[in-house]
Each structure stands twice: as structure tokens, then as C-alpha cells.
């Protein structure tokens, strides 16, 4: 594709207000970066688009994570991630937007506004990936990149209708992907077909030397797609089908249990007890992990300063209080109080130790062979725009089924099911750490005897 | 200036070194001193977004080595922690450093207490950890300037326990600490450079007691001269406060130079909370048993073992052995002049005096090789010259180099013992003073010298002062 072409399916896709680059930059900076492509040969992924998180380091374009307090700022490096994408061929397509310092659930929680669902503008597309989730969804381009830390690709993958993989933890390098909880952050992948996202996450994969945290593993292959799953034993954990869970994702979830069977797979119940710990572990790990993260935002060495100030006090008071907004600061309030001496057994140590705890019940299960564990990805399809911003529990609660595979340092993925009054339902597959391969064949043999779209 | 009687100091001592690493702790910039104002920089060390931290294994290596030469015990497995605080020249907001799990722990430090002999300072821990950046309050009116140069500089911390009883045992401690480090390679401890620093707890109590008094913290003490000095003021600040009926508020005092005080830092009131918590973003730091072996295997005979050897082997008094020890190079210097031929105790004597006073002057340069420095106590031993003019042979030799007997030829050093050539310069000296010669043979004996001084001047100073007198005396007497 031409950079025109690229561009101008970009500029289609402007009402969803997913993409923060102006698409008359990315256009100009397509036309450089498609004129300096590497010899084909070495370039799998050749004039391949992708779209890319704010909160992921490029050359081109600024990198803000969607926050005043890093408005304008452009990074002098990019992530080894994208160093990798543009080796392999592909070119960077703009910068999407996302809730701040991805703290959210919605890409309501952003400081240029929020991004609208690609099927229902007066939904969310989910977050906080969602303007690569948008994008890849609407058919504007046919990959993006975005970041995990509890189901930020996964759950607007899932609410958009598209393909989303988080890597194991410490499968992708995590250089130059801003941090927000370090010991769960990921890149993840959007891919508007599972080979797709798998070609695009094989890229980006591999031991990396600037980041000790990801292992030293060779490059992940892309499996073919199995004739079937004869063989397979898919776990289907009870706690992820509570009573309440939504009608149509139930009658979904129900349609491709019948269709693993057809596929020769053998499904077994299993229990994973910890599950209804997991929200309120994560939300003291990562916001303790958080409150450290965003400290070096003060105003000193670069990004905006909102104004003169007096002492050094004051500056950092003014550069955080008017820079960050006020998810960001809930849970930097939330981060220090955790950590602060005479409750950090309490709440930090307690919430380890129950990680400890929840990725126990996964190694069980995976131990007494189990293959890989099937779940719907959200409770609940796309909700309206503003119905949960008042209530940060209710908000935080669209991620009960994803966060456990951060928590554990699982590899996991949510792919389209099938609809429910229009709106695209994400079924979830989990798989041990560095077991990709394994979840992908599941995932490639599924994709081909499920509807994506079809009416449940 | 002495605080009053029947109090007891008490101090321990945290002291950083700067880890002799070409690179920083966690990135690959230069640790270099001296380099213009934020050039030795990079996304890690600046902490911009997305960053993340790779440990310098060179740094571990000499934190090990540090580990051993302070008797520690060294742990396979520790736990790199972020320190949490704001300021302008911490760009992270937070500092990687170790907590709960250090790499090192229990060790000790034998140094000489100036009032109860060899006394062992506990060594409670070692961690490894990044410098901060410098802020600079002079360099921009009415502003703080930020340099960076110096994050991520790799830092070993050292903690003592409250072991000195007094500011001169702290300093004391703090020499030996120095030497073993220097000894070991592990850190160039220039105070003066910043990469040896010293922050100091401080308490008093009554003697006799037991439990210890609430201790101060005294930072900003960065030379050597400096330590008694601030650590004294605090004891006597304290020793005054509690005289008067007050209580000692723990608190955190820095020492100032100009003003000759310790005064507290100017925070306001709250409690230092760090928020330590283990850094996410390393894995537990092993040390691979391979560089255990090999960091013991680089250590150096340490200056307590050397001086221990210098006084058992060469029969040294335990001064010489300590002035020799103070600096490897010296000690290595002393027993090869001893190794090329020359006596132990002269050795000691000529390095301690003209090598040490010849090296201060040349930025420590050992000039004169230890065979010429043994060919110069040889010619003096030998009295071929004066122990003054062997002194203008080392000079000479120290400045343009050859070999000492030429050179002391060549100057017209080397001292006459021919008899015949003496006795003409006798015979000369008592021909001209016929006066002193009667009075000597009146009985003036003192007139000895007088004449033997007469002769070297004849002499040019060439007569071996040693047969003079003898030859004077035969012919005076005769």
C-alpha cells in the first residue's frame, strides 16, 4: 500500500478519534518511512501499518501517554518493539490514544479525549488500548501495538472485535514502553486475523540485553494452523462463568465449547479458588508500582510546567496536580499509601503473596493437564461512554477476567465469538508462560470454525 | 574545646564509595569525573519514560571484592530495592539501591584507636546502589542547575555498627577503611572527588551506660581533615543540649565548612519515608560462584597483613611498617630495595624520608627505581659517600636518572679514603693553624672538631668524615 492508501484509511477512521497523531503527519511520515523499507528479503512484515500506543517510544511522532504532563514530548529513542517492526518492514502509522499512562478500562481517562467504539459511537471501545483496538477493528489498519498491564489489550480487543495477545511476561523486551506496573506490563498485539497478531508479536519477540526482566528466549515462531485439537484438554474454570455473567456472552462462550468439542478437544472443569482475589491484588500491586513509576514526572527535565513556581515544592505540587489527571493521581495516592512504612506488610506484602497465591492455581491446573484454559474475556459487552466514570470499582471490575493472566505472567489472547445485538463478544484463551505456540494453534483452529460476527 | 566530663560518644558511620568502573551502574555512560555539565548521559541514566536499568556486572565484581577485603559474608542472591524520594537531581524519583536483602553483611575492620589499642569496627552491611545527580546552587543566579554526570555512578554502601568512641576513632576508621579499599582496587576514595563520602550517627550518654542515647545524623562531611572536626562539634552540641537539661531531637545536621557548624538540614518537619520496595525491573542479582572465586583470588595481601609481615620478616618497628603500608605501591617498593641488597631498617629510613618526600612532590611517582635506591644505601654503607651527599646522588638520580656511582662521580661525591690523600689535607689544615694546635695540645680537646671541620672544608667535603678524626688525633698526639 502506498502511503496515500494508508493515509487515507486512517483519515476514514477520524470520527472515532483513536488516533492522536494528525493523519497529515503520519501521512508525510509514511512517505519517509516507506521510501527506506529494508531489502524484502529481510522484511517479513514489508509495508505492513501498524499503529501504535502513545505510551510506546518512537522516533516519529510524540509519545504523551495520552497525559498533559507529557504533552508534546518526543522520545530520542525508540522501543526496542518498534525497532523491530521497522527492521522487519513494517511502518509506524501514528500514535493512538489511550486512558492515561494506560490507568483505565475505557480510553475514556485520556487528556485528548476519548476514543469512540468503531460499531457504536456512544460506547467505549474499551481500554486502555483502545484506539489501536478502534483502528485495527475499523478496518483502518490490520495491526497496532498496545500494553497489558491487566487486560488493556485483551479487553478492548474484546470489546471492539478484534484479535488481542499479551505475551508472557518477560516475552517481549519492555524498553522504551513507558512504565506503569513494571512487574505486569507488556506490549501487546492487535491483529485483525490470529496469524496476523502471532506475525506481528513473532517480530517483536526475543531476548533483548536493555531489559533484564525478559528472558533469553530465541524469537517465537508462528505455528501452523492443527487440522483439529484431538488431544487437547481445555480447562473451563468455573469462576469465570459466575451466575451473573451476561446472558449473550454466556449463550457465545456455550457456542464454542460445542465447537472445541467438534474439534476433538476434551473440555474439563477446573477451579482456580484465588480468581476473587485478583482485582483487589492488582489494583495494590500496580498502583504501588505506579506511584514509583510516574515519580520522575516532575516538571525538572522535561514536559510541561503549568506555570512559574516559587520553590521546587511548588513546582513538582503545580507539574503533577495540573499535569496528571485524576485517575492517574487516585492511584498514586492509593501507590504511596500501600507502601508507606507500617502498612506495607499489610496491603504490598499481603497482595504478593496472594499473586503468589493465584499463580499457584494456574500451575495446578496446567500440571494436572490441562492444555489450555477457555473463559469469556469481559463479563459484560462495550458499555456506554460516562456510565462507569463515576465508579472506579465498576470500572475496574471490566477487568475480572484478564488481570489473573498478568498477575501469573500467563500468555492469554481474546478473540471475536460472535455478537450480541450488534456488539462483538471476546472469548479468552490462557496458556502457561512461554506457551504461545500452544495457545495460538488453539486459537488458529477456533478462528476458522467460529464466527466472528454472527449473531449469537 | 572538650565536652564535659563522664560522657561517652557513641558513632557508626555510612560510608560511600565510588566503585572504579569505567561505565555507571545500570547504563553504559562513562562514570568519568570532571566532564562538562550533563554530557555523560543517556535515556537510562536521565530516566526518561520507557527506560529501564541493566546492571554492570564490573560494578558487582568490585562490590564483591570490597565484600571480601572487609571480611564480609557475601550473598549469592540479593535484592536490588528502589529508595523513593523527590529531588531535582534524582531524575527517576526514586533511587536503586538495596534494602531488606543486601549483598553483603557482618564483616569488620580492625583499625588503631588512639586510646584502646587495635580495636574491630563492625561492618553491619554492604549494598551496592546508583549516585544521584548534583545540584548545583552556584553556577545560575538566583537558581539551582541540575548535572547529571554523576547518576548512575555504581556506589557501594558501607554501614558500621556504633563501634567509635570517639570522633578520632571514626577517623581513624575511616583511614584504614581507605586503605583496604585502595589496597583492593575497588575505589580510588578521593573525598576530595566525592567518591569516598561519610554520613555519621552521633549519640552520647553517660559512661557507664548501657542503652544508647538518640542519635543525629551528620552529613556534608567530605574531607578527611573534616570529620573530627564536625564530629566533635556534634558531640559537644549534644553533650551541651542534654548539660542543660534538654533532650537530643533525632534529626539530620549538616556540617558546614565556612561557618565551622553543624546546623539541620532545611526540611521541614516530617518523617523520612522511603517506600522501599523491590525494583520490578531487575531480577534478584546472583552472583555466579566463578566470580566469587575470582574477585577472592584478586584481593591483595590487605595493610593489617602487611604490616603484620613487614615487622615479623624485616624486623621493622611498627611505625615504619605503618607509614610503609599506608600505600601498596610502597610497601611493594620497600621489598624490592630490600630484595636489590639493601638492609631492612635503612630501606625503611631513606623511603619514609626522601622516596615519600621526593613522590609527594610528584604526584606519588616512585621515581627512582629500588636497585638504584639499593646502589645508594650500598655507596653510603660503604662510606664511598656522606649520608648528605647520598641524598644529592638520589636527587640527582630522581631528576635525570643513571646509575648512583656514576652519578655520584660525576658530582665529585665520592668520598676520599686514601690515606695519603688525607694526611696531606691534615697536614695542610694543622700547618695553617698554628694557635688552635697549641691550644689543643694544652688541653682543648673540643678543638677536634673544629679542625675535623677545617679538613672536610680543604677536602671540599670529599674526606670520609669517619677516618678524620682518627687521623687528626695520631698527628695532634703525636
Known amino acids: 500500500m502506498s502511503h496515500d492508501a494508508i493515509a487515507d484509511r486512517l483519515a476514514q477512521a477520524e470520527s472515532l478519534h483513536a488516533l492522536l497523531t494528525p493523519v497529515v503527519d503520519v501521512r508525510a511520515s509514511l512517505a519517509t518511512q516507506l521510501a527506506q523499507l529494508p531489502p524484502p528479503a529481510r522484511a517479513p512484515l514489508a509495508g505492513l501499518p501498524v499503529v501504535v500506543k502513545d505510551n510506546i517510544c518512537t522516533l516519529e ?25 521497522k527492521a ?11 486512558d492515561e499512562f494506560a490507568m483505565g478500562s475505557s480510553t475514556e481517562h485520556s487528556a485528548y479525549g476519548r476514543t469512540h467504539h468503531p460499531l457504536d459511537p456512544a460506547r467505549v471501545p474499551g481500554g486502555s488500548s483502545g484506539g489501536s483496538a478502534a483502528l485495527v477493528a475499523a478496518g483502518a489498519v490490520p495491526a497496532g501495538l498496545g500494553s497489558e498491564t491487566g487486560g488493556s489489550v485483551r479487553q478492548p480487543a474484546a470489546f471492539c472485535g478484534t484479535v488481542g495477545i499479551k505475551p508472557s511476561y518477560g516475552r517481549v523486551s519492555r524498553y522504551g514502553l513507558v512504565a506503569f506496573g513494571s512487574s505486569l506490563d507488556q506490549i501487546g498485539v492487535f491483529g485483525d486475523t490470529v496469524t496476523r497478531a502471532g506475525q506481528v508479536l513473532s517480530v517483536i519477540s526475543g531476548r533483548d540485553p536493555l531489559d533484564s526482566t525478559c528472558m533469553d528466549l530465541d524469537p517465537l515462531r508462528m505455528p501452523e494452523p492443527p487440522r483439529d485439537l484431538a ?36 473440555l474439563r472443569e477446573i477451579s482456580l479458588p484465588h480468581t476473587r482475589h485478583a482485582i483487589p491484588t492488582y489494583y495494590i500491586i500496580a498502583p504501588a508500582e505506579a506511584s514509583s513509576n510516574l515519580a520522575r514526572y516532575d516538571g525538572v527535565r522535561y514536559g510541561p510546567r503549568f506555570g512559574a513556581a516559587a520553590d521546587v515544592r511548588q513546582l513538582y505540587r503545580t507539574t503533577r496536580g495540573q499535569g496528571f489527571g485524576p485517575e492517574v493521581r487516585r492511584r498514586i495516592l492509593v501507590g504511596t499509601y500501600v507502601l508507606s512504612a507500617g502498612y506495607y506488610e499489610a496491603y504490598y506484602g499481603r497482595a504478593q503473596r496472594m499473586r503468589g497465591l493465584i499463580a499457584q492455581d494456574f500451575r495446578r491446573v496446567f500440571e494436572q493437564g490441562v492444555d489450555v484454559i477457555f473463559t469469556p474475556a469481559t463479563p459484560t459487552p462495550a458499555f456506554r461512554a460516562g456510565e462507569r466514570m463515576a465508579d472506579p470499582v465498576a470500572m475496574y471490575l471490566a477487568d475480572i477476567f484478564t488481570v489473573t493472566a498478568n498477575l501469573a505472567g500467563l500468555t492469554a489472547l481474546t478473540m471475536p465469538i460472535g455478537r450480541v445485538q450488534g456488539l462483538p463478544i471476546g472469548g479468552q484463551l490462557m496458556a502457561p508462560g512461554f506457551e504461545e505456540e500452544r495457545m495460538l494453534r488453539a486459537a488458529l483452529a477456533l478462528e476458522r470454525v467460529v464466527s466472528a460476527t454472527e449473531e449469537v | 574545646m572538650t565536652a564535659g566530663a563522664g560522657w561517652e560518644t557513641v558513632i557508626g558511620l555510612e560510608t560511600h ?21 550533563n554530557t555523560n548521559v543517556c535515556p537510562v541514566c536521565l530516566g526518561l519514560p520507557g527506560a529501564l536499568p541493566v546492571v554492570n556486572a564490573q560494578a558487582i565484581r ?13 550473598h549469592t542472591r540479593s535484592i536490588f530495592a528502589r529508595k523513593n524520594y523527590f529531588y531535582p537531581d534524582l531524575p527517576k524519583g526514586y533511587q536503586i539501591s538495596q534494602f531488606e536483602e543486601p549483598l553483603a553483611t557482618g564483616g569488620g575492620v580492625a583499625f588503631p584507636s588512639p586510646e584502646r589499642g587495635v580495636v574491630r569496627a563492625t561492618i553491619v552491611r554492604l549494598h551496592v546502589e546508583e549516585d544521584a545527580g548534583k545540584s548545583l546552587h552556584d553556577r545560575v543566579p538566583r537558581a539551582t542547575a541540575v548535572d547529571l554526570n554523576r547518576s548512575g555512578v555504581p556506589l557501594a554502601e558501607i554501614v558500621t555498627g556504633p563501634d567509635f568512641r570517639s570522633p578520632q576513632e571514626a577517623r581513624a576508621y575511616l583511614l584504614a577503611l581507605k586503605e583496604i579499599l585502595q589496597y583492593a582496587g575497588v575505589s580510588d576514595c578521593d573525598m576530595e572527588k566525592g567518591s569516598l563520602r561519610v554520613d555519621a550517627n552521633v549519640s552520647v550518654r553517660r559512661a557507664g551506660a548501657t542503652a544508647l542515647g538518640t542519635k543525629t545524623e551528620v552529613k556534608n562531611i567530605n574531607s578527611f581533615a573534616f570529620v573530627e572536626k564536625a564530629l566533635t562539634l556534634e558531640r559537644e552540641r549534644q553533650v551541651g543540649v542534654l548539660e542543660a537539661g534538654g533532650t537530643v531531637v533525632q534529626e539530620t545536621l549538616l556540617f558546614d565548612v565556612r561557618a565551622g557548624a553543624v546546623r539541620p538540614q532545611r526540611t521541614k518537619e516530617e518523617s523520612k519515608d522511603y517506600r522501599y520496595f523491590p525494583e520490578p525491573d531487575l531480577p534478584p542479582l546472583v552472583v555466579p560462584g566463578q566470580w566469587l572465586e575470582e574477585e577472592r583470588h584478586a584481593l591483595p595481601e590487605l595493610p593489617a597483613a602487611k604490616r603484620e609481615r613487614l615487622t615479623a620478616r624485616y624486623g621493622l618497628p611498627a ?7 599506608q600505600v601498596a605501591a610502597v610497601a611493594d617498593y620497600f621489598e624490592a630495595v630490600v630484595a636489590a641488597g639493601a638492609e631492612p631498617k635503612p630501606a625503611a629510613n631513606w623511603i619514609m624520608g626522601e622516596v615519600l618526600a621526593d613522590a609527594n612532590k610528584h604526584d606519588g611517582a616512585l621515581r627512582v627505581s629500588p636497585a638504584a635506591l639499593a646502589q645508594v644505601i650500598a655507596l653510603v654503607k660503604a662510606g664511598a659517600v656522606s649520608t648528605q651527599a647520598g641524598k644529592r646522588v638520589f636527587e640527582a638520580v630522581a631528576e635525570r636518572g643513571g646509575d648512583p656511582k656514576t652519578v655520584a662521580a660525576s658530582l665529585g661525591l665520592v668520598q676520599v679514603t686514601d690515606a695519603g690523600a688525607l694526611a696531606g689535607w691534615v697536614d695542610q689544615v694543622l700547618a695553617a693553624q698554628p694557635a688552635e694546635v697549641a691550644r689543643y695540645r694544652g688541653g682543648e680537646a673540643k678543638l677536634l672538631a673544629f679542625f675535623v671541620g677545617q679538613v672536610m672544608k680543604a677536602s671540599k667535603g670529599k674526606a670520609d668524615p669517619k677516618l678524620v678524626p682518627e687521623l687528626l688525633k695520631q698527628r695532634l698526639d703525636a
Do not use: H, W
Not at chain 2, 21 to 32: D, E, L, V, Y
Not at chain 2, 62 to 68: E, I
Open chain 1, 61 to 85: 511522532y510524540t509519545t504523551s501517554c495520552g497525559s498533559r504532563i507529557l504533552e508534546g514530548y518526543r522520545s530520542p529513542y525508540d522501543a526496542t518493539a518498534i525497532a523491530r517492526l
Open chain 1, 88 to 98: 522487519a518492514g513494517a511502518v509506524i502509522a501514528g500514535k493512538t490514544n489511550c
Open chain 1, 231 to 266: 488431544g487437547t484438554v481445555v480447562g473451563i474454570p468455573g469462576e469465570y462463568f459466575p451466575t451473573d455473567l451476561d446472558a449473550g456472552i454466556r449463550r457465545a462462550c456455550e457456542r464454542v465449547k460445542e465447537r472445541l468439542r467438534q474439534l476433538g478437544a476434551t
Open chain 2, 17 to 37: 564509595v565510588q566503585l572504579r568502573t569505567r561505565s555507571k551502574m545500570f547504563c553504559g555512560c562513562s562514570s568519568a569525573f570532571g566532564a562538562p555539565p
Open chain 2, 62 to 74: 568490585l562490590a564483591v571484592r570490597a565484600a571480601f577485603a572487609l571480611e564480609c559474608r557475601v
Open chain 2, 319 to 325: 611505625q615504619d611498617a605503618g607509614v610503609l603500608t
